[in-house]
C-alpha cells in the first residue's frame, strides 16, 4: 500500500475530510476518500470528488474506471474542473458530479502506476531532463538587428553639407579667375601707358644710336610680356588649371547624382541596377586624384617660386632640388621635404618660411587625402533594396475552368494552421459611417500574388496585368432577436431570428435571419455560419465583381461579453452573468480575375505570430487592418482602382475556391456553387473540438473549433478596438490565402503580366565620405587660390612651367658655378658637406632681376 499526497495547488478534495490517495497494492485506488481506501477499497459513501488547477489542465493522464461510470477532466472555464469517474457528463453540468454519481478511480496499469507514483511529475514545478545548462525565455522571442556603430549624416544635414562645399569650389573659381582677368586687364592699360611716355621721352634724345634704342626695344618688349600675369603663369598652366577644375567640377557634379538621385531617374537606375556603381566611384575617384595631382604639382611650382624669389631666399645646397620644381613637374612632397631640410641647415635669423611652410602642410595633407577618395567615397555605398528592370512574363494565376479543372481536394482551412501571412494588394475606399448599429469596411479589393516563394512576394516591386482579387469586404449590423431559447447553462444551443430593417439588408424582402447556432460560455466566441433562403427574384451575392453569380456569406457573431463599439446589439442571456453580444455580418467573400496594377516602394517582410502563453497577432494585425497615417507604412503593396470590375468568374456551377465553409457537406468538398450550409458554429477557442465535445449537454455534429491562430486574429482585433467587420475580414482574408497557396500547384491558367523586384545591390546609402571628400576639395581649392594670388603679388621673375627659363637662371649665374664646379661627379653628400666646410656653409641662394633677365644669385 502506497500513500500519496500531491501538491495540494494542483489536486484537491471537495470535502475537508478527505484525502488524495493513490494505491499501488489490492484496491489501485486513485482519489480522495473520508478514509484510508487502499487495502479494501473506498466505500461509495466516502468518496469524495477531486478537482485540479485550472492551469494545470492536460497534466494528467485519465485513470481507469469501473463499469457504468466513464473519466473526466473537465475544461477551465467552467464553475469546477471535475477529475474523476463519474456515471453522468460533469462537464456538461458546469463541472459538477452529483454525489449519487462520483465512482472510484483506479490506476491498474504500469504507466498509470508509474505517473502517479512519481513524485516530481504531481508537482508544478518538476525538472526537465537535461544534459547541459539551459537558458528559460522570460517573453516573447525578439530580434535585434546587430547595428555595426558607423559615423552616418543623416540626407538633409548632407544636402546643406555637399551643396556649401560645392558651391564654395564654384565661387573660388569664378573670384580668382575675374581676378586674374581684372588684374591682367589692369596691367595692359598701364603697359600702353607707360609705352607712350616712354616713346615720348625718346623723341626728345639727343641721340638715338647713343641711347642704345635697338637693345632697349628688345628689352621692353620682354619686361612688357613678364608684367603680365597670364604670360608669367604660362599658357600651358592655365589650361591645366582650367581643364582640371572643369574636370572636378564635373565629377562633384556626377558624385551628387550618384548619392542624391532616385530610383524614377532611369540613368540612375541602370547604373544601380546593373552593379556598375562601384566603378563609377572607383572611376571618378580616379579622375579626381589625377586632377589634384596636377594641380598640386603647379602649387609645388608656386611654392618654390615664393622661396627663391623672398628677400630669404634658400640655403645654397637646396637650389639644386628646389628651382626645378617651378616647371609643375614635382609634387608636394618633395618640396615639404626639401622645406623641412631648408629649415633644419639655415641659420635661426633665416628660418621665415612661415607662410610658405603652412601652405605647403596643408597642400600636402590635402593631396594625401585625395589619394584615399576611392577608400571614403567606397565606404558609403552599401547594400540596400533598390527597384529593378521591368519584365514580361507568364504567370499562372488561377484556375483556367477549361475543360473542368483539376482542383485539388481540400477542406478544413477553419481547422487548420496558416503556414504563413502572405503579402497581398489592397485597394480601400472608406464609407463615411454616421449609424453607430453598423460596421462596414468600406470597399476592400484584395488581390492575391500569384508567386508561392515567400521572398518573391517580399521583393515584389511593381505588377501590372491580371491577377485574382479577393472581394473582401465585410458589413456588420446591430440585430434585433427574436425568438430566442430559454438558455440554461453553458454548452449549449441557441436558436431564434436575427433581423434587420429593410435599409440594411443587402438581399432585398430578406429580413429575417433564423438560426441554430452553438454557444460555449464566457471567453470564446461563436460565428455561426447562417444560410439565408435565396429565392429567384432576389439577390443572391453582395460581390462587388459585376456578373457574380456566386453566393455571399452571413455570420452572426455571438459575443459573451458586451461591446462598445459599432455594429453589436447587447442583450442579456440565460445564467451568463454579462450580457451577450450580437453581430450579424455579410461577406461577399467572392473572387474574380482582373486586371490589375500593384507597386511598393520598399520590400516587405511578411508578418508572423507569435506565441508565448498566448498569441500575440499585433505584427499580423497591422498589416490587415488599415492604421493611421501617422503609423508606420504597411507591409503590403498599393492596388490602383481597377478600371472595370468586370473580370473573370467561376462558371455558374462553380463556387469560388476561396472561400471555407465549416460544414462537411458533398458542395463542400466539390466546390458546388451552393450556399454554404446554414446553423454551423465555429468555435474561437483554443482548445481541440474532441475536447469540447464533452462538455455539450447534448451531442454535438454541427460544431468545428477553429485553429487557435484563427480564433487569436479574431479575439485581438477585437481586443485592439477594432471593429467586427475589420475582425471578420481579417479571418476571411487569411482563409482565403490559405485556400488560395493550397490549390496554387492546380494552377493552369496563364497570363501576361510586367513585373519588377527589389534587388539587393550597392549604392550609397551614406554620405560622411562624399562629405569628407567635398570639404578636402573646398580646401584644395582655397590653398591653391591663395597661391595663385601669392604668385602673381609675390613674384615677377618665374615663368610656371617653364624648364629652360628655371636653368638658365641657374646656369648663367658665375657666382653659383664657383661653388659647384667639379660636382658633376659628386653625390649630395659631398655637395653638402663642400657647403659646409667652404665659404658657402652659410650662404643663401635667391632669384633676382639682373641685366636685364634674372639669375641666381648667393649672398
Sequence with gaps: MTESTPNSALLSCLRTTAKFYVCTNQSKFLGCCDVDPCANGCPQESISPTYFDQDSYGRFPDASCGKGSNFFGCTPGQSFTYYGCCKSNPCANSGICPAEDVAPAYIDRPEQIAFYTNSSLMTDNYPPLTTSAVAVATGLPSYTPSVQKQLRIGPSVARVSIGTSGLMIVVLSVVLVTWIIYRNIISSMRLVSHNERHNRDETTSVSLSTKGYAPMDIDQTSTSKKSKEIFRLGKKTLYVLLGTSLTILGVCGFLAFLWFGRPTNTTWSRIMINGWATRAVSLSALILRTSIDFQAAIATAILASLLLENAVG????????????????????????????????????????????????????????????????????????????????????????????????????????????????????????????????????????????????????????????????????????????????????????????????????????????????????????????????????????????????????????????????????????????FSLCFAPWDASILDVSLSSPQNRTEPQIQWWKTFNTSTLLSQLIPSPSSSPERPILTMQKPRSLRGDLPPDSERPFLQSDASTSLATESRVNYPLAGNWSVLLTQRPVLLMLQTFQTDQSRIVSADPAVSAIFSDALAAGHSVAWALSSVITVLSSVNYYNQQPAFDRLDDAAVSFFETVLYPRNYVGLVVVLWTLVVHFGVLAGLLVLFVTQTRLTLLGNAWAAFVQMAGSGELRGFVDGASFKTDEDVLEGFREGRGGGLRARVVAKSGGAEVVIR
Design 314 to 581: 634658400t640655403h645654397a645646397y637646396h637650389l639644386a632640388s628646389i628651382s626645378p620644381m617651378r616647371d609643375c613637374t614635382s609634387n608636394p612632397f618633395s618640396f615639404a621635404y626639401s622645406l623641412m631640410m631648408e629649415t633644419w641647415h639655415s641659420a635661426k635669423r633665416y628660418r621665415r618660411h612661415y607662410i610658405e611652410g603652412i601652405l605647403a602642410s596643408v597642400l600636402v595633407i590635402t593631396t594625401i587625402l585625395m589619394q584615399f577618395t576611392s577608400t571614403f567615397l567606397l565606404s558609403d555605398l552599401q547594400s540596400g533594396p533598390l527597384k529593378g528592370r521591368q519584365s514580361n512574363t507568364q504567370i499562372r494565376t488561377g484556375l483556367s475552368f477549361v475543360n473542368k479543372s483539376n482542383k485539388i481536394s481540400r477542406t478544413g482551412t477553419w481547422t487548420s494552421s496558416p503556414p504563413f501571412y502572405p503579402v497581398f494588394g489592397e485597394y480601400h475606399e472608406i464609407t463615411p459611417q454616421t449609424d453607430k448599429s453598423m460596421a462596414d469596411t468600406g470597399f476592400l479589393l484584395r488581390t492575391l500574388i500569384p508567386y508561392s516563394v515567400a521572398e518573391s512576394r517580399q521583393t515584389l516591386s511593381t505588377y501590372a496585368g491580371n491577377a485574382l482579387v479577393l472581394d473582401a469586404r465585410v458589413t456588420c449590423h446591430a440585430p434585433s432577436i427574436q425568438d430566442l431559447n430559454n438558455v440554461t447553462g453553458h454548452y449549449n444551443q441557441l436558436q431564434g431570428t436575427a433581423s434587420i430593417s429593410e435599409g440594411a439588408s443587402p438581399f432585398p424582402g430578406m429580413l429575417d435571419y433564423p438560426f441554430n447556432c452553438t454557444v460555449t460560455g464566457p471567453g470564446i466566441i461563436t460565428l455561426c455560419q447562417i444560410a439565408p433562403t435565396y429565392n429567384d427574384t432576389g439577390r443572391r451575392s453582395t460581390s462587388s465583381f459585376e456578373g457574380s453569380t456566386s453566393y455571399s456569406t452571413v455570420f452572426l457573431v455571438i459575443r459573451p461579453e458586451t461591446s462598445a463599439s459599432d455594429g453589436w446589439l447587447d442583450m442579456p442571456l440565460g445564467v451568463w452573468k454579462n450580457p451577450t453580444s
